[in-house]
T-cell receptor, first 114, second 114 residues
Framework: AQSVAQPEDQVNVAEGNPLTVKCTYSVSGNPYLFWYVQYPNRGLQFLLKYITGDNLVKGSYGFEAEFNKSQTSFHLKKPSALVSDSALYFCAVTRRNAGNMLTFGGGTRLMVKP | DGGITQSPKYLFRKEGQNVTLSCEQNLNHDAMYWYRQDPGQGLRLIYYSQIVNDFQKGDIAEGYSVSREKKESFPLTVTSAQKNPTAFYLC?????????????FGEGSRLTVL
């Protein structure tokens, strides 16, 4: 079985400050990890993914995520938050040979205040 | 533009009625998925299909039915057997070739049972 935990329901950060949204996972074998963002009453949009290689993955809108195998984590980061980054963020995991059968975390609401 | 179209965006239903949610994609993707989203629970997989005329149950298929008669279309029927159907429903698609990749999501359909 595979699972994802997003321990924070909400993260508050001031505009211009760095942000981190936490994600830990459990999966058999090598993980494939994803981050998605959802704006109110909209579908999810892909931000970035880790498949293999460099542990630091860069994605859309200036976001990046760091894969840490020993801590089974894949935290989402951005050096300088924007008010427009305020949204719901989902971490997801799958494994080799599971195709695109993603398991999603419960989501973390990011609030960036001016 | 290529993408996934879900309709209707908002739907109200009386208890005991079946309702069908439409999902159409013009991305030429082989795989299509239906997810249910409830606050704080992330996304849960209802059904998925990797090829025309074939589909599999996800984690919460009870009370739902699907069909895949065309590659482009994957409608979801919420039947009267679904005990708690009020939710936000998301359709997604993905190519199967080339390894795990991101899912492409529609804008969602919000179903409210009165």
């Amino acid at each position: 079985a595979q699972s994802v935990a997003q321990p924070e329901d909400q993260v508050n950060v001031a505009e211009g400050n760095p942000l981190t949204v936490k994600c830990t996972y459990s999966v058999s074998g090598n993980p494939y990890l994803f981050w998605y963002v959802q704006y109110p009453n909209r579908g999810l949009q892909f931000l970035l993914k880790y498949i293999t290689g460099d542990n630091l993955v860069k994605g859309s809108y200036g976001f990046e995520a760091e894969f840490n195998k020993s801590q089974t984590s894949f935290h989402l980061k951005k050096p300088s938050a924007l008010v427009s980054d305020s949204a719901l963020y989902f971490c997801a995991v799958t494994r080799r040979n599971a195709g695109n059968m993603l398991t999603f975390g419960g989501g973390t609401r990011l609030m960036v205040k001016p | 533009d290529g993408g996934i179209t879900q309709s209707p965006k908002y739907l109200f239903r009386k208890e005991g009625q079946n309702v069908t949610l439409s999902c159409e994609q013009n991305l030429n993707h082989d795989a299509m998925y239906w997810y249910r989203q409830d606050p704080g629970q992330g996304l849960r997989l209802i059904y998925y299909s990797q090829i025309v005329n074939d589909f599999q149950k996800g984690d919460i298929a009870e009370g739902y039915s699907v069909s895949r008669e065309k590659k482009e279309s994957f409608p979801l029927t919420v039947t009267s057997a679904q005990k708690n159907p009020t939710a936000f429903y998301l359709c997604a698609s993905s190519p199967l070739a080339g390894g795990p990749g991101e899912l492409f999501f529609g804008e969602g359909s919000r179903l409210t049972v009165l």
